[in-house]
Nanobody
Framework: QVQLGESGGGLVQPGGSLRLSCAAP????????IGWARQAPGKEREFVAS????????YYADSVKGRFTISRDNAKNSVYLQMDSLKPEDTAVYYC?????????????????????WGQGTQVTVSS
């Protein structure tokens, strides 16, 4: 079992920013793609963003493109999600997720089905 630990969620006003962090075990992190998904109440879990294991390639859901930025620090075994211009519809539990199949250094997961392990999630609420 791979343990992923998210942090950084909270309550923010519309138009505000938050930065989520996720730490993963070193032996799994540095050679695997990783990303984020979210799940709002009553809705299915949806893909948000992903980054290749070298950090050279990223992929975003259309709903967050231009507002969210994913990055990773392989020296710290961590991935980040910078969320700007937040909207009430961004309210959800955000999950860090790891893809462990070796698909090359430029591979980026593009759906929730592409991920193999999940964190416990962190709540993000956008409300005035």
């Amino acid at each position: 079992q791979v343990q992923l630990g998210e942090s950084g969620g909270g309550l923010v006003q519309p138009g505000g920013s938050l930065r989520l962090s996720c730490a993963a075990p070193r032996r799994f992190f540095s050679i695997n793609a990783i990303g984020w998904a979210r799940q709002a109440p009553g809705k299915e879990r949806e893909f948000v963003a992903s980054i290749s294991w070298r950090g050279e390639c990223t992929y975003y859901a259309d709903s967050v493109k231009g507002r969210f930025t994913i990055s990773r620090d392989n020296a710290k075994n961590s991935v980040y999600l910078q969320m700007d211009s937040l909207k009430p519809e961004d309210t959800a539990v955000y999950y860090c997720a790891l893809h462990i199949t070796s698909d090359g250094p430029y591979y980026t997961p593009q759906t929730v089905a592409d991920f193999d392990y999940w964190g416990q999630g962190t709540q993000v609420t956008v409300s005035s």
